[in-house]
Nanobody
Framework: VQLQASGGGLVQPGGSQILSCTAS??????IGWFRHAPGKEREWVSY????????LYADSVKGRFTISRDSAKNTAYLQMRDLKPEDTAVYYC?????????????????????????WGQGTQVTVSS
């Protein structure tokens, strides 16, 4: 599966942005969104399970970001609202068949990026006034 991410850009704090991820065959795989900010480790953002459409979100974006997919268009989306400067990063979509989800000692969930087999090229989101 070759993924194509798009939709990044410059957004003011408090604003909204929608990222898209398109690929043939995407409907058959689980979808994840990750981000990588300068000087920081890659961070898992959101995940959607193919089997039942179940979704998971990192605590840092919960309540502000929404992952979805349009099967007719072979496209996944990440709707972002109430954006903050700390959301600035390159955002990547990823797809895979067998995704590993673990729980940290503090109860937070983590989706293992190594369990995704296909990655998009990334799209830059900059939140700044």
């Amino acid at each position: 599966v070759q993924l194509q991410a798009s939709g990044g850009g410059l957004v003011q704090p408090g604003g909204s942005q929608i990222l898209s991820c398109t690929a043939s065959g995407l409907n058959y795989e689980n979808i994840g969104w990750f981000r990588h900010a300068p000087g920081k480790e890659r961070e898992w953002v959101s995940y959607m399970r193919r089997s039942d459409g179940g979704t998971l979100y990192a605590d840092s974006v919960k309540g502000r970001f929404t992952i979805s997919r349009d099967s007719a268009k072979n496209t996944a989306y990440l709707q972002m609202r109430d954006l903050k400067p700390e959301d600035t990063a390159v955002y990547y979509c990823a797809a895979g068949l067998d995704i590993k989800v673990t729980m940290a000692a503090n109860g937070s969930l983590r989706v293992d990026p190594l369990s995704f087999s296909s990655w998009g090229q990334g799209t830059q989101v900059t939140v700044s006034s």
